[in-house]
């Protein structure tokens, strides 16, 4: 009956058999990490909806966090929207973080304008817009910072959820799934209803014009692939999943932005010699990103070949009492903050039912 | 037996009946949380000996994290070293840690320099000498963070040993102690065999004449009094121990440092009206702070009234075959890094006996 309850509530995209996989996750307490970074790549008019304008997309990463410790927003007035109205997906994480009483720690992997929360900071500066070709450096000590933190991490013994909030991310997401040989183009998500594919690839064959790496960089240097075409998030991520995977089951939380990660943590492995356990490793998304017709992010998870775990939240807002809420069954958000794969983990541990997150939801959304 | 073993390597100092704090701290696993921050008053001549010289005690709490995390030193060249030799006590911090496995987390409460690991960053600017009346700004920010941290790290449900490394930091305790109304000239440790209490003395008078507050602001604003005489590792460390103590029993690790902090617990939490467990809080240093006979640890902990646990691990290195550890049984380091209260929270728990935390040190002794 239990096990009826919480597969209704998730979707499983990939690999039937998780049994094992939920029943690590079942079996110990997790803390919820959300990665942020600002890249310039997000101030490029029409490449996202994350925030309503340009100018206030500089801040949606801090705002974001802000909400999730505060309850409220301190770098800018209110929480980030749509420039259509619904609310960002923090809300969602919030709930969930609330109702599972479980432990937030925040990683700054390189912030224009710092959070005003306190974060784990691992890099001082914001990110480039891709199209120079040299989105970021410092790579290898980012690879150092983040191989120890999830050091002690592990020492927690906790599964770990690993969300992000990158505003331009699906377009550095597009970016590194292509260079890595992955199939991506008109593939990825959006935080916009008809998606921007058409700009976005534009904007990708501009940045490999100018970081001018050729494919051999796969396997002799990927870390310099992130660095010119990538984000930091996709980077730390990435190395964070690989030791944490050694002893603990991580919740890739995120739509195709975390299906680069994955996609990364491949190349990235072998290139570091690590070992990775793909078996204490999932993506866990959204159904609106799962079922995304502007998007084919099934056909992606495939594509991503030691990946198996693929989960998505069955959450459905079509009965709320919210305009704002019902919005995101038009597609206008549909993922971010970790929202797909806090909820997944939720739902798998039965620490609620969809009824009773969707009424948390809304009562954030009430007091907004 | 047990008892008996564990007992014989901790020194309690205060309160006899404190078998429910070590029955707390035993029946949960733990986090240890190191809070570090740079004073200019470090730079005066004379004032410490936590680095060897003025100029490398900027650097002293870096390098002490960076060793905590890397086991070498990135900042500077080497680790910390008492010009007379002996080297920081993190190594003995490091060793317990090491065969605890116990989490490490830092929490930057404002370096100059920022440490070359990742951490928690809760300001960004470092602290101005406190003969300035002025140390820092920014309090209730400050205390807005560490609360939310609190609250964050409460939700793990393991106990918290809270350390920190501070240049300077007996001299910031003087003045914090002194201020509150607790007899502390000529009573506080350091990191030097001699002390150098006319020194601090002098330099506090001068912070206080500066700051020209008077003692009203015990009840009317004490934040305003660690702002303008203290160091803002007191207001965080402080914070997080209200907070935390609502939940987990909390281990303040350090020396005077530590009794400082304790005193303006106090007063703090009368002033922002929270609840205090006094049962969950204690303070454990060192045998070389407890013993030191240029200082009086116990009666000043004595002088904290609602402070009921205090304790000091009971290590000897006179036996250590390595002159630079035994340079401690001179009294020429005595206790940093959170050094005492790790240790005495592996005894209580029976994780190393004394023989296997000396062996461990000598080996990274020998390493260094």
């Known amino acids: 009956m239990k096990m009826q309850f919480s597969m209704r509530n998730v979707m499983i995209l990939k690999e039937k058999t998780c049994e094992r996989f939920f029943s690590e996750v079942r079996s110990r307490d997790g803390i919820f990490v ?59 994480t919030k709930a969930a973080c609330n109702l599972m009483d479980i432990p937030i720690l925040i990683i700054d992997a390189g912030c224009e304008v710092k959070p005003k929360v306190p974060s784990i900071v691992l890099r001082k500066e914001g990110l480039r817009c891709i199209t120079t070709g040299k989105a970021f450096g410092g790579g290898k000590s980012l690879i150092q910072k983040a191989k120890v933190l999830a050091e002690e991490f592990s020492k927690l013994e906790r599964y770990v959820v690993l969300g992000e909030s990158v505003p331009g991310g699906t377009t550095t997401a597009l970016s590194l799934l292509t260079f890595l040989g992955i199939d991506a183009m008109g593939k990825v998500s959006s935080s916009m209803v008809d998606n921007a594919h058409e700009l976005k690839e534009k904007i990708v ?34 190395v964070l999943t ?82 704002g809420l019902r919005g995101y069954e038009k597609g206008l958000v549909k993922e971010g903050v970790g929202a797909g794969g806090i909820v997944t983990a939720g739902f798998v541990k039965q620490l609620f039912s969809h009824e009773e997150i969707l009424h948390e939801i809304e009562k954030l959304f009430a007091s907004m």
């Open 205 to 238: 064959l501009k940045a490999y014009k100018n970081a001018k790496l050729d494919s051999k960089y796969i396997v002799k240097n990927p870390v310099k692939i992130v660095e010119s075409v990538g984000d930091s998030m996709q980077l730390v991520n990435a």
């Open 34 to 92: 959300c990665t942020i970074a600002t890249t310039e790549t997000a101030l490029i008019p029409g490449i996202s909806a994350a925030g309503a304008t340009p100018e206030l997309r500089r801040y949606t990463a801090q705002a974001d966090v802000e909400y999730l410790y505060y309850g409220k927003v301190l770098t800018i007035k209110e929480i980030p929207k749509n420039p259509l109205g619904p609310p960002s997906p923090v809300i969602i």
């Open 242 to 323: 690989i030791y944490l995977s050694q002893k603990v089951p991580v919740i890739l939380a995120g739509g195709t932005q975390m299906l680069a990660v994955a996609a990364f943590i491949d190349v990235l492995s072998k290139y570091l010699k690590e070992d990775v356990n793909w078996k204490n490793i999932s993506v866990a998304t959204t159904r609106w990103v799962a079922v995304d017709k502007n998007a084919d992010f099934i056909g992606l998870a495939k594509a991503v070949k030691p990946l198996k775990y693929v989960f998505a939240a069955n959450l459905n807002f079509s009965e709320s009492k919210f305009e």
